[in-house]
T-cell receptor
């Protein structure tokens, strides 16, 4: 089955630690995205990538980092510099173009303890 | 700058009735696409319907239709014959020329009553 896989589904992090969220897709999409969702709110763009070895900051990139070494993979690292990391994180991919919908993973719920 | 506005935080609808979820957008780009997504309590995002800025007719997908009024910059989602399974968050979204970014509205939570 083609799709996007995020892991883990739930993640707990101690304050001051970095943590990496995994996102893998087998849809052969060039574009991949990371969004953050806070309770009762919409999605805010953290980073996006149009092609391997290239990525761009979104609206709330501070405290986050990404890499795109393979077309299929777009991991997100939440660093200790992110002051309020507890949130629901969604990874998505799409064909590049304004008419193409995004396909989403199941999400990772990150909690700082 | 591009912006999506959804002004209804929550909506109630009786089962089997139709409901309209509002969405207005702002962009100076002449070429753009508008999308609606559904997010059930499980958290996944499900694509529902798409409308292109140059499309002459309103998009339809089964029980979903998009009421596109370009001059008013609105793209309202109409769900006909609501079902209990339609209870979820609904997000309006937009992409524009280049198609690299998708921005989302704050969402509307729909409650379908039996």
């Amino acid at each position: 089955d083609g799709g996007i896989t995020q892991s883990p589904k739930y993640l707990f992090r101690k304050e001051g630690q970095n943590v990496t969220l995994s996102c893998e897709q087998n849809l052969n999409h060039d574009a991949m995205y990371w969004y953050r969702q806070d309770p009762g709110q919409g999605l805010r763009l953290i980073y996006y990538s149009q092609i391997v070895n290239d990525f761009q900051k979104g609206d709330i990139a501070e405290g986050y980092s990404v890499s795109r070494e393979k077309k299929e993979s777009f991991p997100l690292t939440v660093t200790s510099a992110q002051k309020n990391p507890t949130a629901f994180y969604l990874c998505a991919s799409s064909i590049v173009g304004e008419s193409t919908e995004a396909f989403f993973g199941q999400g990772t719920r990150l909690t700082v303890v | 700058a591009q912006k999506i506005t959804q002004t209804q935080p929550g909506m109630f609808v009786q089962e089997k009735e139709a409901v309209t979820l509002d969405c207005t957008y702002d962009t100076s780009d002449p070429s753009y696409g508008l999308f609606w997504y559904k997010q059930p309590s499980s958290g996944e995002m499900i694509f529902l319907i798409y409308q292109g800025s140059y499309d002459q007719q309103n998009a339809t997908e089964g029980r979903y239709s998009l009421n596109f009024q370009k001059a008013r910059k609105s793209a309202n989602l109409v769900i006909s014959a609501s079902q209990l399974g339609d209870s979820a968050m609904y997000f309006c979204a937009m992409k524009w020329t280049g198609g690299f970014k998708t921005i989302f509205g704050a969402g509307t939570r729909l409650f379908v009553k039996a």
